[in-house]
């Protein structure tokens, strides 16, 4: 728990809840599991990238706060997988390649909650999120 609590830099009262939304991430390996999911998310979402308009520092522990089971998941079969739909619906936008990144942290941080729905419901939801943000540019 503390190593988690560290790497997405929670209080304790913020980790308390991160857990009794999601106790089954007790039972996870914090180097065989979740460390990884959330260095992919990071490095994936360059929250480390000093370019993008995000507090970088607050994202991670936002999207995790906000709906946590999303680490629960396969990082295979879900977590990358609807990252590459948000890349997929994003590249028929007439978006730049510099503003991708940026357009998925959009989506993402508009609603994090994504991430923890069924792959299919996922999809649904992307797309009524992209026909937002495309609407408010």
Known sequence: VESFQQYI???????????????GLLAYSW?????IKLQYLN??????????????KQILKYIIQTAPRIILYSL???IQ?????????IATTAVLPEEKQAKTM????????????TNNE????????QRRITNSN
């Open 122 to 129: 996922f999809k649904k939801k992307l797309e009524s999120a």
């Open 31 to 35: 180097k065989g599991n979740l460390k």
């Open 106 to 117: 959009q989506i993402l941080y508009r609603n994090p909650s994504l991430l923890a729905r």
């Open 43 to 56: 490095d994936r979402l360059r929250l480390e990238d000093e370019y993008n308009n995000y507090n970088n």
């Open 9 to 23: 830099q929670a209080s304790d009262e913020e980790i308390g809840k991160i857990f009794s939304k999601a106790p």
């Open 76 to 78: 295979k079969n879900s």
């Open 81 to 89: 997988l609807k990252l590459t739909m948000i890349d997929e619906i």
